[in-house]
């Protein structure tokens, strides 16, 4: 079985999906004091925090490994000041886009 | 055949409505991303866990490997099994209908549940089935909607999805950002993996930032 003889996408639909059901029926099959430390529960919930604020700024500041400023970094930015304002979901994602495609046309 | 609470399933279908159409920007990443319409598809069927896929696809997007990309979307899955732990009491169910409730044990599901227990646990249940189920539904379409648009328009960035993406991915954590730590987390996390980046293959200073949040959570406690 070598792994590198697979296509990396197909690995990776295969692969997440197994673990992801895998990791939910855990949940309802393992006994609850298991998993109840406080401490635990709360390192569980700020993963989720660092992983998602890191794809953000990964997503909007970088290019195959380098760091780059454009058109998306003003397309986030935009979609901050929405969140601060508390415009609804679809608002923020379309300003975004908006935003962004707008300054790529121009370049 | 118990009663469905009228309450509980206007909360649920609204949910579940506006959830699922994330779906649409799932699929248009996705396929921006380099998956097909086909794998697409499949994950919002398989995996069904809107943060990890995001992850997935981003990952590999970016020149991740299929290994990082997996790692860091099962560790956002984690939080899947803690919801488990949760529900698991309320639903009381085995065999099938256990892996149908395993399946459909995500973020907005319980959210729902825990917002109807009030109510009482039949209600919670319904809100749980009612919300689970419906996402699962209008999810999967509009991933086919977003996988099938993204195919048809070309190149992403001159649709501004290269922006549209992340923000997708902010406006889901937002809410989150409740406390001081929460916010010095994010800030600290973005800080890592942008320094990390030139350095490391991609998909690497993502993970890395786990480690943050396991140091925040250890000294958190410690605060308290």
Redesign the interface.
């Known amino acids: 079985m070598e ?1 590198n003889n ?1 296509d ?6 295969i ?3 197994l ?3 895998i ?8 006994p ?1 004091r298991w ?2 430390h ?2 635990i ?22 290019k ?4 780059i400023a454009d ?2 970094m ?3 930015g935009v ?2 000041v929405a ?1 601060i304002l508390r415009a609804p ?2 608002v ?11 300054l ?2 121009i370049q | 055949m118990s009663r469905v609470n009228r309450a509980t399933a206007a909360q649920s279908l609204s949910v579940s409505l ?1 959830v699922g ?2 779906g649409i ?1 799932f699929g248009a990443a996705s396929i921006a991303a ?3 319409v086909i ?1 697409s598809c ?2 919002s069927l ?4 809107g ?6 696809v ?1 990952v ?1 997007g ?2 991740g ?3 990082s ?2 790692a ?18 309320l ?1 009381q ?1 085995k065999g099938l209908r ?2 149908f ?3 459909i ?1 995500i973020d907005e599901s319980t959210g729902v549940a825990l917002s109807q227990e009030h109510l009482g646990v039949k209600e919670a249940r319904q809100g749980f089935w009612l919300t689970g189920i419906g996402v699962f539904i209008f999810w999967n379409i509009f991933t086919l909607a977003g996988a099938l648009g993204a195919q048809a328009m070309g190149n992403p ?18 809410p ?2 409740v406390n001081k ?2 916010r010095l ?10 320094a990390m ?2 350095y490391f293959v ?1 998909g690497v ?6 480690f ?3 140091a ?3 000294r ?2 410690l605060w308290r």
């Open positions: 792994i697979f990396p996408l197909w690995l990776a639909v692969g997440t999906s673990l992801a059901f990791l939910k029926y855990l949940g309802q099959s393992v609850k998993l109840s406080p401490r529960l709360k390192i569980n919930s700020l993963i989720p925090i660092a992983l998602l604020s890191a794809l953000v700024a990964v997503q909007s500041f970088t195959e490994s380098r760091l058109q998306r003003a397309g986030v979609a901050i969140l979901f679809p923020v994602v379309i300003s975004a886009a908006a935003t962004s495609a707008a790529f046309k | 506006t159409a994330y920007a380099g998956f097909s794998q499949l994950l398989l995996t069904f866990t943060a990890s896929q995001f992850a997935v981003g590999l970016a020149g490997s299929a290994l990309g997996i860091t979307a099962s560790l956002l899955g984690v939080r899947n099994t803690l919801y488990g732990l949760r529900m698991a009491p639903l169910v256990r892996i409730a395993a399946q044990t960035a001159a649709w501004g999805l290269d922006a549209a993406v992340p923000a997708a991915f902010l406006g889901l954590l937002w989150r950002l730590t929460d987390l994010a800030a600290s996390a973005c800080v890592l993996a942008l980046t030139p991609p200073p993502i993970i890395s930032t786990a943050l949040a396991l925040f959570g250890l958190a406690n």
